[in-house]
């Protein structure tokens, strides 16, 4: 069962090939109990706690998104969740909430507790001082810091730990995180509008706009989810693009463009709002003259090695990930997506599909490039997810690695 949050007007659940409607599922599963291996786990409250770590989407990067609960004699005592970058962990926060003594309470926490003094105290420590003598995770951190551990601090001062509880619905929320911790480098994902028949833009150019309105208001909350926004240099020349993120109380991505030879144009939006939005210029050029022009308005430069006459983009993100940034969406072109898939820095793909015929022979293919020789050599997707958005369908895909 894959979980997936949406402003649609659907918001579906996929399993197998099964689509379930979030509020049929809830019903079903409302105050249900799963069997985990003879025990008896009543998951209701996990789901509680994942209800409250996604309300840190777009506010804790790089950091994972968790939240807590507390119950005794099956009433909720206490609740919270990591509510942004730097703040209080979600146990330690459930722990200030409590109503009552916590003294033989259980709680549900969807990543396993830290064990380790870092921005905040360590939570299992706080949850034995607390009293509460059984602790449900949802997924295992793979942060070597925490790894095992905080699981093995509970256990050795008494507190009953079961793990695995719907973990894959808490491994899901928490992938981007998962990836960083362990790569060191940013989870990157494709996105792409484009009609019926497969075009991104009509043989003009002309690209806005191909879906409607729920679609593209959907892209703002992934901006807002994720900590980067990246384009090439076509796409700034070709659509002067702001890259903003434009919800309430939303959150503007780090912006990133891809410009090997410093082309961006000194009067386009990207340059001229780096002042009040951060923008990082990925180049190979040295020019430090035309550079200090850039800088003047406020733009960063990441000086990147050069590959086949265009910015290595391995070599990008692994800085872009020492920076702190953990996630990046990527609405470029199709010559920067060619380049991306092929050097294996996507992790996820979003395609929007809207219900339009463009027309045209070949050009502004979503994916350029020179495009693979044999369909057996395909970049390979899983894990669809479908969701429709008006009279358009987005449908995200994991990438299948290996
Ligand atoms: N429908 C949609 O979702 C959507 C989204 C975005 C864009 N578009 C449309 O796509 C069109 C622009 O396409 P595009 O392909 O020219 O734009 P792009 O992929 O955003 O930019 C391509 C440029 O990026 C630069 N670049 C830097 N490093 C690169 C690397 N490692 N690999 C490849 N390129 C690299 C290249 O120029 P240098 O190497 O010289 O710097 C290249 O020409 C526009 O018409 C736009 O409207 C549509």
Wanted: charged content about 25%; proline content about 4%.
């Amino acid at each position: 069962m894959i979980w997936c949050e949406s402003k649609a007007d659907s918001i579906v659940w996929m399993q197998e090939d099964i689509c379930i409607d979030l509020f049929a599922l809830r019903i079903m599963f409302l105050g249900a109990f799963y069997n985990y291996g003879g025990l008896i786990v009543d998951i209701k409250y996990m789901e509680r706690a994942i209800d409250l770590a996604i309300k840190g989407i777009g506010k804790v990067n790089p950091n994972p998104l968790v939240g807590a609960v507390i119950v005794k004699d099956d009433q909720i005592i206490g609740e919270g969740y990591h509510e942004f970058y730097g703040g209080l962990h979600a146990e330690q926060n459930a722990i200030k909430n409590l109503t009552m003594d916590a003294s033989g309470a259980e709680m549900y926490v969807n990543l396993e507790p830290c064990c380790h003094q870092g921005k905040q105290p360590p939570c299992a420590p706080a949850i034995v001082a607390s009293g509460i003598k059984k602790v449900y995770i949802g997924s295992e951190d793979p942060n070597e810091l925490v790894t095992g551990k905080g699981i093995a601090y509970l256990r050795e001062h008494g507190v009953e730990v079961v793990t695995n509880v719907l973990k894959k619905e808490c491994d899901e929320i928490n992938k981007v995180f998962f990836h960083y911790i362990t790569t060191k480098m940013p989870y990157i994902v494709m996105k792409f509008a484009e009609t019926l028949d497969g075009k991104m833009a009509t043989h003009t150019g002309a690209s806005r706009w191909i879906t409607g309105e729920v679609a593209r208001e959907y892209v703002h909350y992934t901006r807002n989810k994720l900590m980067g926004i990246m384009v090439g240099i076509g796409t700034v020349l070709n659509d002067d693009p702001l890259l903003t993120c434009r919800i309430d109380n939303g959150r503007n991505p780090i912006r990133i463009v891809c410009d090997t030879k410093l082309f961006t144009p000194l009067d386009s939006q990207i340059v001229t709002t780096a002042k009040e939005v951060k923008t990082y210029i990925a180049t190979c050029s040295v020019d430090e003259n035309l550079k200090n022009k850039y800088r003047e308005f406020g733009i960063d430069f990441l000086q990147v090695d050069c590959i086949a006459g265009h910015i290595d983009l391995v070599d990008l993100m692994r800085q872009l990930g020492e920076l702190g940034i953990d996630s990046i969406l990527l609405e470029g072109g199709g010559t920067l997506n060619y380049s991306a898939l092929k050097s294996g820095i996507i992790k996820e793909v979003h395609v929007y599909i809207a219900p339009k015929i463009f027309g045209g022979a070949g050009i502004y293919s979503p994916v350029g490039g020179e495009g693979v020789e044999l369909p057996d050599q395909a970049f390979l997707f899983q894990k669809p997810k479908i969701m429709r958005m008006g009279d358009d369908i987005l449908i995200e895909y994991e990438v299948k690695e290996g």
